[in-house]
């Protein structure tokens, strides 16, 4: 696949330029004249040249180096994920180059075209959603490109995850079955897959006929968000019997602020939270999660792009399993 990335004779050819000449213009564009610098950046910006920044001694070949773009070092779901991924790129002795874009698209496509520029073997995302020059630059890098953490019917290349839909509508049927009725779901970022989540917990709450309400914040999941949000549910859904919290740290959160206001739960609020996170086992009472499969995620994600090198055939789409814990606090 390397061989496909686009040379400088390439350029050479489509800017009727000599080889020498893209070559002074790439490492400095003032040593050449301003007609031919326009003419040479105008190609560059129509093929979505991306510049090779790693040792000329790997061109043409393996560099043994996969990047990986996360949306956030702040959240802790991620760290599982690139521990499973680390658990096979290690043996396999392949290097990782990890970046985060703080959920934003436009610094997401900055990352992902600087990744692209160090020879990288193939690209990990955790998200399914980008710009559209992103998806024109990962046309243009010719390498395996893979989607991590929701199942969807679209999907760039290759994807491994589970069915957050499904995981948040299971949660939700267990409060249900234990006599919760006023069910709020609280989101965080509002990502892609938070929204899935809320249409599974919609989902339940429709067929079970009962009314869904959310709250979306906007803000990375964490304890104080948790807390912050049980205070605004408390005001605007005095009936509130259940919260449904995206992430196990915000679950924590509001589990704490019960416990400071002698809130028995789960007899008059029950809580879950999603994910399985270790902060949710840090409480005298256990939190109700979705355990969800990261670790796992991360090394059949590895070994599918490490036989796509290969040259194996590979399915393009795995769903894992994951399962429901009850926990104490439903």
């Known amino acids: 696949m390397k061989d496909k990335r686009i040379s400088l004779q390439d350029i050479a050819d489509l800017t009727g330029v000599t080889k020498m000449t893209i070559s002074r213009y790439l490492k400095n564009p003032e040593q050449i004249s301003e007609k031919n610098r326009e003419k040479i950046a105008k ?4 093929i979505n040249y991306i510049p ?3 040792p000329q001694i790997m061109l043409g070949s393996r560099s043994r180096c996969i990047g990986i773009a996360i949306p956030s070092f702040k959240n802790q779901i991620f760290l599982e994920v690139l521990a499973g991924i680390e658990s096979v790129a290690s043996t396999h002795h392949y290097q990782t180059i990890i970046t985060n874009y703080n959920y934003d698209k436009q610094i997401e496509e900055e990352k992902i075209v600087n990744l692209l520029s160090y020879n990288i073997d193939a690209l990990v995302l ?5 710009t559209t020059t992103t998806l024109e ?3 243009t890098a010719k390498i395996p490109v893979i989607e991590l953490m ?6 760039f290349d290759i994807q491994v995850g589970f069915d957050n839909q499904k995981a948040a509508y299971d949660m939700t049927m267990q409060m249900i ?3 919760k009725k006023n069910i709020i779901y609280f989101n965080s970022i509002a990502s892609v897959r938070d929204s899935q989540r809320y249409h599974g917990y919609e989902q339940a ?3 079970s006929g009962l009314v869904p309400h959310q709250i979306i914040p906007n803000s990375i999941s964490s304890i104080d968000l948790g807390k912050h949000l049980f205070h605004k549910a408390i005001q605007e859904y005095p009936n509130m019997d259940g919260v449904f919290c995206t992430n196990d740290d915000m679950a924590i959160g509001v589990l704490l602020e019960c416990q400071n206001y002698s809130i028995p739960v789960p007899e008059q609020i029950a809580i879950s939270g999603f994910h399985g996170l270790e902060v949710g086992r840090a409480n005298k009472q256990n939190i109700a999660t979705v355990i969800t499969p990261r670790f796992e995620i991360g ?3 590895i070994e599918l792009l490490l036989k796509r090198l290969d040259g194996e055939i590979i399915s393009n789409s795995i769903c894992l399993p994951y399962h429901i814990e009850k926990g104490q606090t439903i």
């Open 299 to 301: 090394k059949v994600a």
């Open 150 to 155: 929701d199942i969807t019917n679209t999907f």
């Open 126 to 130: 955790m998200e399914k959603q980008h």
């Open 137 to 139: 630059y990962l046309k």
């Open 43 to 46: 190609v560059l910006k129509e």
């Open 177 to 179: 079955a234990s006599g």
């Open 205 to 207: 709450m429709k067929q």
């Open 52 to 54: 090779n920044l790693a």
